[in-house]
């Protein structure tokens, strides 16, 4: 393919965005094209920066990077917070240093807000007003996240229909700005130019037939249940309150603990909520039109 063999002739830095849905087979290939390319690899999952969330995150084995450098894994604990500002920094710096030695790094990961972080940077946000987000929280704890989710679909259906509306995080900051400004978030999304990057970005995103991804998705799914996601989960419960935790692959054991169902009812939660996921991020990724999409097989060079 031409755009693989550009990079290996380029003299120009480069950073190769590597994007696709859970299970896609990211990881594999990515390893590849770094050996083949002589680079490294930065992480932009936003759950694989912290060291207590292992097998629920799918996070690459020592043996499955194959000794090729892995950046922001393993990175953070769960005990700090850790948002994509900051990773926006951390990474543009980490990349400064990365184009002293490689002409082309390798960025991966499913968690479109991260990578946006790092390729384009963020839009000038106002202020929330302390009180409201004191109000929001106290909400939150009392009737739960389903009023909120409703009030953001009356006050801001663009971002209502954008953002994972189960993670709590993401609408609580949405309604905190409507609520301080009068105006709806979305309307300040695309007032700053997007920040110009000292380097050149390739963008390609793997997808597989439906019925293909989903076999993946609860092939892995089997695979974190015998390899201990249920025993992880349970030494996370004190941090189920964590957003990095309020995801797939956790909160529906936490349920389970709970008590709220079966196990065989966790089962089945888990490996449901997970293609929903893969398609909350393939929504994600098809609203950029600068990616490049491929089948991981139809990667060649």
């Not at 700090?80 to 990349?95: C, I, P, V």
């Not at 790094?105 to 106002?126: C, H, N, Q, R, W």
């Not at 953001?152 to 609580?172: C, E, F, G, K, W």
């Amino acid at each position: 393919m031409t755009l693989l063999t550009d990079l290996l002739t380029t003299t120009e830095s480069t950073l190769l965005v590597i994007s696709g849905p859970t299970a896609v087979g990211k990881t594999d290939l990515c390893v590849r094209l770094a050996q083949h390319l002589h680079t490294e690899i930065v992480s932009a999952d936003s759950r694989q920066f912290f060291r207590e969330l292992t097998i629920g995150t799918a996070k690459p084995t020592p043996e499955e990077m194959q000794g090729v450098p892995h950046h922001f894994i393993d990175s953070h604990s769960i005990q700090e917070e850790y948002n994509a500002g900051r990773f926006e920094q951390d990474a543009l710096s980490l990349l400064q240093e990365l184009f002293r030695k490689h002409q082309v790094v390798i960025l991966t990961g499913g968690s479109g807000l991260y990578l946006k972080a790092v390729t384009e940077g963020f839009d000038d946000m106002p202020a929330a007003l302390p009180e409201v987000r004191e109000q929001l929280q106290q909400e939150l704890a009392e009737g739960g996240l389903g009023p909120l989710v409703d009030e953001l679909a009356r006050l801001d259906p663009i971002t209502y229909d954008r953002i994972d509306r189960q993670n709590h995080q993401r609408v609580l900051r949405a309604l905190e700005i409507s609520r301080s400004t009068g105006q709806p978030f979305s309307s300040f999304h695309g007032k700053k130019k997007a920040a110009e990057r000292p380097f050149r970005i390739v963008k390609v995103a793997l997808n597989r037939e439906r019925e293909e991804l989903y076999q993946r998705i609860d092939q892995r799914m089997d695979q974190m249940l015998a390899g201990g996601l249920e025993a992880e989960a349970r030494a996370l419960y004190p941090f189920r309150h964590h957003n990095a935790l309020q995801t797939v692959g956790y909160k529906e054991l936490f349920d389970y603990f709970e008590g709220h169902y079966d196990y065989a009812e966790a089962v089945r939660l888990l490996k449901r909520n997970s293609r929903h996921y893969a398609k909350r991020q393939l929504t994600w990724l098809r609203r950029d039109p600068e990616y490049h999409w491929m089948h991981p097989a139809e990667v060649k060079w």
